[in-house]
């Protein structure tokens, strides 16, 4: 192998691209920027400010609390009318309840902004970015 070939692989390595700290460094920084971004959005604070009001209207909570052990009955014990019934009549008082009503269209209006932000990653890094890659065990 001759010297100028040496030094042009030498030289290969080092110049093939960027530091990877330094970039691994801008994405972080440009991590938090966005998160700091999206914690001032006024879509995220109207989602923390319905989360906290549902926090705090105990009749709501203990709604959703019934609705949820009704829920979990009906898979437990398999299908029964009674069950059915009570129920649905919870599931209409869920969607008369202003408290949870608010904190549910937060919710989706939170949801909404994250997916189009993970459209517009999708777009730029060309395959789907939040996607799922499976796992788990078993």
């Known amino acids: ?8 692989d030498a030289t290969e390595g080092v110049a093939s691209g960027p ?8 994405v972080e920084a440009a991590l938090r920027e ?3 971004a999206l914690g001032e959005s006024e879509t995220y604070q ?3 400010a319905a989360d906290e009001a549902l926090q705090d209207d105990d009749d709501a909570m203990a709604l959703l609390r019934e609705y949820q052990r009704k829920q979990q ?3 437990r014990g398999g299908f029964d009318d009674s069950v059915m019934a009570e129920l649905k009549q919870l ?3 869920l969607s008369n309840d202003e408290t949870i009503q608010r904190q549910q269209a937060a919710q989706a209006e939170l949801i909404a902004l994250l997916q ?3 459209d517009a990653i999708s ?3 060309g395959e789907e970015f939040a996607r799922s890659t499976g796992g788990g065990c078993c």
């Not at 192998?1 to 042009?8: F, G, K, L, R, Y």
């Not at 530091?19 to 460094?25: G, L, P, R």
Request: zero cysteines; a negative charge.
């Open 123 to 125: 777009d730029v890094i």
């Open 91 to 93: 599931q209409t008082e």
């Open 73 to 75: 009955e009906l898979q």
């Open 46 to 48: 109207q989602f923390v």
């Open 19 to 26: 530091d990877e700290d330094a970039v691994e460094t801008n």
């Open 34 to 36: 966005f998160l700091d």
């Open 1 to 8: 192998m001759s010297d100028a070939q040496d030094a042009d």
């Open 116 to 118: 189009r932000t993970n």
